[in-house]
């Protein structure tokens, strides 16, 4: 799998900087910091994401048969979006440090993350609408429908730190806008370039759609439970938010109001001892929380590996996204 | 003038409600407000902009030969990237009412302004992707273009705030984009989505941006030397802000250097009595900033007006955009 990856991201590479290249060249210096092609002083570094999204998108065109540069627009676009979204959201929630170094905003302040993210997001639809496919055109609207669902998940999910009555379907929803739309038009953008027919780039978006939940399912229970050393997160990181978590949720859903009244309760996660967030921990645990989210993680794997089993796909390709979404959903922190 | 406005708002605003409706609910409500639809608690409003985007890509189609309603998505959309930037920008700016009305951030939070804003963007594309012409990924990668000029313009504008050696040419590129750019994709995108032949949309963007050009050089004389009866704002405004418009730029590069060491002086503007304001005002004036400005306005007005003669338009439409053009250049405030 490392090595689908490093082939998938040392291709999008050079063609994610020819990308930026069309930016002004303060977006440009910020993109470029950003996405780790240079450090805090515009050296040449070599940090940057795990380009799950340009991988998926490769594949895709690959699993319908097409050459892997085909899917190239669509695999720059859509780590764009990915990234005009982390541009955005750690202002939006304050973060100042991402993958081990600062974020854009806490270095060059708000508007450059607003400007830098919004920079980003119009030369990903420039990037796939001059794609020489003659489905550039339904490839384009893929992502900027995934990016309207991406930003309705981004709206739900700070509605919901202000909410204490937030329901398992909402919160479903959520997952599924704010992780799972972007994945699943990068698993099917590559097949939509390739003029794939809509029963194939149907059952890749569904795929996206499936492994999307299942990360997010499996990330909010390293969330309570995993390890630090492995996760890089205090220990119950995301009690000490009282996070809505979608193991939380349940768990409040299935009867434990001994959690929901502690949720509810005005004095901030962080201010409680160690002792008591593993209280909450076992309170989350015995009422099947966090039994209930690897178990649907696991049937939403299932789901993702039949769906690309009853679409038909090359075995090559398929064993490839299978690999990949285990490796998404199992990935270290 | 005022009835092509007034038909082409009325055209436009049942296509641009049913583009809101796609959004999120929160996003939808914060939009419906923005645009003037509803009020602060939600009721049915009456307010909004003059719609001149959406009414410059209507007379575009028709001077393609198109019927109006072939523009309504491309209409649609250049609003919506038009009130994207607003929420974005008056966020930047720290502006706190725009047509009378507070802003979006002041009352619901810069999180909700750059979220909706992230919203319309992704709804603009859509709305023309989803376009039954066959042109609809030209007029998508025309709006995606303009957009990232459009950004690239507001980055210009933000960095001279904070530097005293901006030179006119950089100072008539950044208008060009923060103004000219989304006006010039207005102007084109009705005869885009016709299928026009490349000169005649060539045209038609030459004209939006003259225009745009035409309007940022007599709204920056209005901004120092308009009656504050008229533009609503106080006298000498521009110069209480020291900004690098475009009178005072060109006042500067054509030797003005008590006027360069004013605006390099520490001290706000606003600090200053309006005795030494009109002083500053007499220095730009003397050095021809003012005269200046009103010439290349009228020279790009009568540029605008030939380049549609030449592109042979039918007379109606013609007459129609050159009088659209005075009115955007000359509307109060």
């Not at 696991?298 to 090559?316: F, I, N, T």
């Amino acid at each position: 799998m490392t090595t689908t990856l490093r082939r998938g991201r040392e291709s999008v590479t050079p063609a994610l900087r020819l990308a930026v290249e069309r930016m002004d060249p303060t977006s440009r210096a910020i993109s470029s910091y950003h996405l780790g092609f240079t450090d805090l002083e515009g050296n040449p570094a070599d940090g940057g994401g795990k380009a799950v999204r340009p991988v998926l998108a490769t594949l895709s065109a690959q699993a319908a048969g097409a050459a892997p540069e085909v899917a190239l627009p669509g695999a720059v676009a859509v780590e764009l979006v990915h990234n005009f979204s982390l541009l955005h959201d750690d202002l939006m929630d304050g973060d100042t440090t991402r993958r081990h170094r600062r974020t854009v905003w806490s270095v060059w302040g708000p508007a450059a993350a607003i400007l830098t993210g919004d920079a980003m997001l119009a030369v990903a639809q420039e990037v796939v609408l001059e794609s020489p496919s003659p489905h550039a055109a339904q490839a384009a609207l893929l992502l900027a429908s995934a990016t309207r669902e991406l930003v309705r998940g981004q709206v739900a999910d700070l509605a919901f730190e202000k909410r204490n009555d937030v329901g398992l379907a909402e919160c479903l929803r959520m997952a599924a806008d704010k992780t799972g739309a972007l994945l699943s038009a990068s698993a099917a953008i590559g097949a939509v370039l390739a003029g794939a027919p809509a029963p194939l780039t149907e059952a890749l978006a569904g795929y996206g759609s499936a492994v999307g939940l299942a990360f997010q399912l499996v990330d909010d229970v390293l969330g309570i439970w995993g390890d630090p050393a492995t996760t890089g997160k205090p220990v119950f990181s995301d009690l000490r938010s009282k996070k809505k978590s979608l193991p939380v949720t349940y768990a409040v859903e299935h009867g434990a109001s001994v959690l929901a009244r502690w949720l509810a309760d005005p004095v901030p996660g962080e201010e409680h001892g160690e002792a008591e967030l593993r209280r909450v921990a076992a309170l989350v645990d015995s009422a099947g929380g966090r039994a209930w989210a690897l178990a649907e993680a696991d049937r939403q794997m299932r789901h993702a590996q039949r769906l690309l089993e009853r679409a038909g796909l090359p075995a090559g390709p398929r064993e490839e996204l299978v690999a990949l979404a285990r490796f998404i959903v199992t990935r270290e922190a």
